[in-house]
């Protein structure tokens, strides 16, 4: 038996434990690990909003998708805060994923982030 996934809230608090946790671990790289977690608890609210949506408009059953083509099917299936969704799973993409030459994201650039997703999490409810 599989281990379970940790819910939204369990991964919305880590993030925002891990961006002000007392670690050894420079600011950039907790920045980063606080956007993954924040990405991953935004990437179950799309999954539920989905859901949803489907069960709504009597749907035949979820399909294995990446992040962007979910993220358009909420947006085409007119689901609430698709837009800001959207837009915060690629900002958070983007800090999970900064090259070297770029500037790295910043703990309140994140902090917006992590507020953003818990305000849709809260929506979702």
């Known amino acids: 038996m599989g281990a379970e996934n940790p819910s939204v809230e369990a991964l ?17 790289r907790r920045a980063r690990a606080s956007a993954v977690l924040a ?3 935004l990437e179950q609210i799309i999954d539920v909003r989905l859901a949803r949506l489907e069960a ?3 749907g035949a059953g979820s399909v294995a998708a990446s992040g962007r083509v979910k993220l358009v099917c909420l947006r085409a299936l007119g689901g609430p805060g ?12 983007s800090a999970c994923h900064h090259h070297s030459y770029e500037l790295a994201p910043s703990v309140g650039e994140i902090e917006g982030l992590v507020a953003e997703v818990t305000a849709l999490a809260a929506e979702s409810r």
């Open 82 to 93: 698709a837009a800001r969704a959207a837009w915060a799973w690629s900002a958070l993409s």
């Open 39 to 41: 990405r991953a608890a």
């Open 12 to 28: 919305l608090e880590a993030a925002r434990a891990t961006l002000h946790g007392t670690t050894s671990m420079p600011v950039a």
């Open 56 to 58: 709504e408009l009597g």
